[in-house]
């Protein structure tokens, strides 16, 4: 298409990365980081186990800990304070953070890790598609508890209100989460406490369930922990219950938790891709506007120009910040090694202290960036930042065709006309679904030419009308912004892969 833009920046051919940088990005030596959702059913033990983390890997102080067990304790609470770093609120205004990227990070010996909150209960499943879209990996927390796990991991339909485990899993899948740790979590409280029986049968129950959903089982791990008293989470967290360690040692040899985050497979960036940055976050002052986000493909530099997309307005980025396990001692995100200089013991190169690298920031990197020559009114969450160049930049569209997996528990089947709510990464508008091309069930080899509906499990072809024009690509184009999720009453009915735009 022949669009015209005031801009000069459309006379200059759009950046690109020196050939030797993206030799250097694309060599398999370098650490690289990933990008965590944490997720499961509420109360499974998601916000301890991610203290226990930040304690265990030394981003956190024990003097902190000692501070929130004794704050937790005269409010009657001590089970919370693990919890209690993980509460923005609390920790931010306790440690006087300043610039932190809305996230938190953590590092092992092998990767750095940017982790994403998924809430779990079932009203915030929005926010945990936000969450979880663009993950590398997911961390799934299950109670291993009697009743708990039974809970969380129920179906739901006929008025019964499902467990969010399921859900979890399956959007997952959806926004393209390709491996997962299951920690089967408050063994210590199961009883009989460190049973492998329990243990193999929720094994059993999740693993199933994640093979039906077309997740691979060589990237799947489960690990049996407890966040609160921290027994497999690092090989020396037996302290705190030493009684624990030796019950479970004496069935089970496989890795800590620890041990199975270093497992996971480093993440494939697109480097050389068009730059693709989606807004999570904005905020001015005066006339400086800041705008934090996740670069989902290519790389980002002080200096060049960018476009904001859907508006089209264009701006300078004069500062880009990186987000990472920083080295401040007592900062919550603070990296301090256990024994002198941890990152001395890793042969390999990490990404963030690269001084060639530093200039850019890249895909997989969230960042925090100052913007000069924009409103901040014309900018929100879901902005996609591009670089200028019409060449380069995605389309705006409102109607395409898509493949679509129905979800197994479906209370209404979907019909030609169908109004659902269109959900990508921190967006969701109205949609209809206004024409159902092909379906088949799971494991027919044909399918079916205009089927009149689509009932629970199907994967079908349709073409979907949005209510209004959204940056998107194809999904072959741009992976962040070509999956999608449909929901419909409050349930989650679809997920899906933008195959074609269909124009107006
Ligand atoms: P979230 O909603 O998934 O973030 O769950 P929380 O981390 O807030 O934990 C919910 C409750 O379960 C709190 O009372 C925790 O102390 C408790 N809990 C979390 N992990 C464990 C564990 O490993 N063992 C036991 N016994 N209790 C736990």
């Given at each position: 298409s022949t669009e015209t833009t005031k801009s000069n920046n459309n006379n200059t051919p759009p950046p690109q990365l020196p050939a030797h940088i993206l030799t250097k990005l694309q060599s398999t030596s370098l650490r690289t980081h990933l990008s965590l959702v944490i997720l499961g059913h509420v109360d499974a033990g998601k916000s301890t186990l991610t203290g226990r983390l930040l304690l265990s890997l030394n981003h956190v102080s024990n003097?902190?800990?000692?501070?929130?067990?004794?704050?937790?304790?005269?409010?009657?609470?001590?089970?919370?304070?693990?919890?209690?770093?993980?509460?923005?609120?609390?920790?931010?205004?306790?440690?006087?953070?300043?610039?932190?990227?809305?996230?938190?990070?953590i590092k092992t010996d092998k990767f750095d890790f940017t982790l994403l909150d998924a809430p779990g209960h079932r009203d915030f499943v929005p926010n945990m598609i936000s969450?979880?879209?663009?993950?590398?990996?997911?961390?799934?927390?299950?109670?291993?508890?009697?009743?708990?796990?039974?809970?969380?991991?129920?179906?739901?339909?006929?008025?019964?209100?499902?467990?969010?485990?399921?859900?979890?899993?399956?959007?997952?899948?959806?926004?393209?989460?390709s491996q997962f740790i299951v920690a089967v979590n408050k063994l210590d409280a199961a009883e009989p406490a460190?049973?492998?029986?329990?243990?193999?049968?929720?094994?059993?129950?999740?693993l199933a369930f994640l093979l039906e959903n077309g997740f691979k089982e060589k990237r799947i791990r489960f690990v049996p922990v407890s966040g609160l008293t921290g027994v497999n989470v690092v090989s020396n967290g037996k302290k705190e219950d030493e009684e624990g360690w030796k019950m479970l040692q004496q069935w089970y040899k496989g890795p800590t938790l620890i041990?199975?985050?270093?497992?996971?497979?480093?993440?494939?960036?697109?480097?050389?891709?068009?730059?693709?940055?989606?807004?999570t976050d904005v905020s001015s002052e005066g006339k400086a506007v800041t705008v934090r986000g996740r670069i989902v493909q290519g790389f980002m530099r002080s200096g060049d120009g960018v476009a904001l997309l859907p508006v089209g307005d264009?701006?300078?980025?004069?500062?880009?910040?990186?987000?990472?396990?920083?080295?401040?001692?007592?900062?919550?995100?603070?990296?301090?090694?256990?024994?002198?200089?941890?990152?001395?013991?890793?042969?390999?190169?990490?990404?963030?202290?690269?001084?060639?690298?530093?200039?850019?920031?890249?895909?997989?990197?969230?960042?925090?960036?100052?913007?000069?020559?924009?409103?901040?009114?014309?900018?929100?969450?879901?902005?996609?930042?591009?670089?200028?160049?019409?060449?380069?930049?995605?389309?705006?569209?409102?109607?395409?065709?898509?493949?679509v997996m129905v979800m197994e528990q479906l209370a209404v089947p979907i019909i030609r006309g169908s109004q659902v709510l269109f959900h990508m990464h921190s967006i969701d508008v109205p949609a209809v679904l206004n024409k159902l091309m092909t379906a088949k069930k799971r494991g027919e080899a044909t399918p079916r030419n205009n089927p009149r509906v689509l009932s629970g499990g199907v994967e079908a072809?349709?073409?979907?009308?949005?209510?209004?024009?959204?940056?998107?690509e194809e999904y072959s184009e741009c992976k962040?912004?070509?999956?999608?999720?449909?929901?419909?009453?409050?349930?989650t009915i679809a997920i899906g892969l933008i195959e074609k735009m269909l124009g107006k």
């Open positions: 003097r902190l800990l000692q501070k929130y067990q004794k704050d937790s304790a005269t409010i009657g609470k001590s089970s919370f304070a693990l919890a209690w770093f993980t509460d923005e609120d609390e920790s931010e205004r306790e440690r006087g953070v300043t610039v932190d990227i809305g996230t938190k990070f969450g979880a879209a663009g993950a590398d990996c997911g961390l799934l927390v299950v109670a291993a508890t009697t009743g708990e796990f039974e809970a969380g991991f129920a179906t739901g339909g006929n008025g019964v209100v499902g467990g969010q485990t399921r859900e979890h899993i399956i959007l997952s899948r959806g926004l393209g989460v460190w049973e492998e029986g329990r243990y193999e049968y929720i094994k059993s129950r999740v041990e199975a985050l270093n497992s996971f497979m480093p993440a494939k960036r697109e480097f050389e891709k068009p730059l693709r940055c989606i807004v264009e701006a300078n980025v004069s500062r880009v910040e990186k987000g990472k396990a920083t080295k401040e001692s007592d900062s919550p995100y603070a990296y301090v090694s256990n024994n002198g200089n941890q990152s001395n013991n890793n042969p390999e190169t990490d990404l963030n202290d690269d001084p060639e690298l530093q200039n850019f920031a890249l895909a997989g990197d969230t960042v925090e960036c100052a913007l000069t020559g924009i409103d901040a009114a014309r900018v929100s969450p879901g902005c996609v930042i591009c670089h200028p160049q019409v060449s380069v930049r995605p389309r705006i569209e409102r109607k395409f065709e898509a493949r072809t349709v073409e979907i009308t949005l209510s209004e024009r959204l940056v998107l962040s912004l070509g999956r999608f999720v449909l929901r419909r009453g409050g349930d």
